[in-house]
């Protein structure tokens, strides 16, 4: 599995070059994550400069980022489309993705699938050539001992993700919990997408399987554009 982290210029270049195809009038889906954050400060900015853009925030980390930047936000039942998506990756490998490390993957699925574009925005530290990372399962709190159950069938290894700062577990903005779940390396993340799908009391999983229709990839003296 590649090693996570990444250089902070690298992501900020990812994140501001995605948020220069945000233009007047757009609606946009503001991502979580580290990365994502340097895209919603620039989308401020352009707010700030006048550009009339709404965001709509995939969590309450987004959200917070975005009143701080001042960009005015309106939910997916108040507007008829998200024209552009920009949001973060914990790993892509092709056009599919392993999303979920701040475990705001539900709502992040729900937002970059209404977008008419879906722009990830990532440093090379998340980059494989087969998705390993471990699979974030977001699931209701009477379920995690059937869903755990089940990924074991599948062939994973699925762990309760703890809170830091507190005793017990995370808890989403939805609620619930979230089970961590190692496969080693996915084969065919597709049909595993639709095994994790099918299992009663599982709310969303992390694979975003084909929905990525640009890769910007920073480094510290550039970004590099990838067509899935």
Partial sequence: MKQRGGSTAAKRRAGERAA?????????????????????????????????????????????????AGIPLVGLDEVETVHLAIDGADQFAGGDLVKGGGAAHARE????????????????????????????????????????????????????????????????????????????????????AARLSAVPGVVEHGLFVGMADEILVGHGDGVDAKKP
Avoid: W, Y
């Fill in 20 to 68: 220069e195809a945000v233009a007047d009038g757009m609606v946009v889906g503001l991502g979580t994550g580290s990365t994502a954050a340097h895209a919603i400060r620039a989308v401020g900015e352009a707010v700030d400069a006048g550009a009339d853009v709404r965001g709509v925030p995939t969590s309450f980390q987004s959200r917070q980022l975005a009143i701080d």
């Fill in 109 to 192: 699925k729900v937002v970059d699938a209404t977008a008419e574009r879906f722009v990830v925005v990532a440093d090379p530290s998340k980059a494989a050539d087969a998705l390993d990372h471990p699979v974030p399962v977001e699931v209701l709190p009477d379920a995690r001992s059937l869903a755990a159950e089940r990924v074991r069938g599948f062939g994973g290894e699925p762990t309760l993700r703890a809170a830091e700062g507190k005793d017990g577990p995370v808890v989403t903005d939805n609620g619930n919990l979230v089970l961590d779940c190692d496969f080693g390396a996915i084969d065919d993340p597709g049909g595993l």
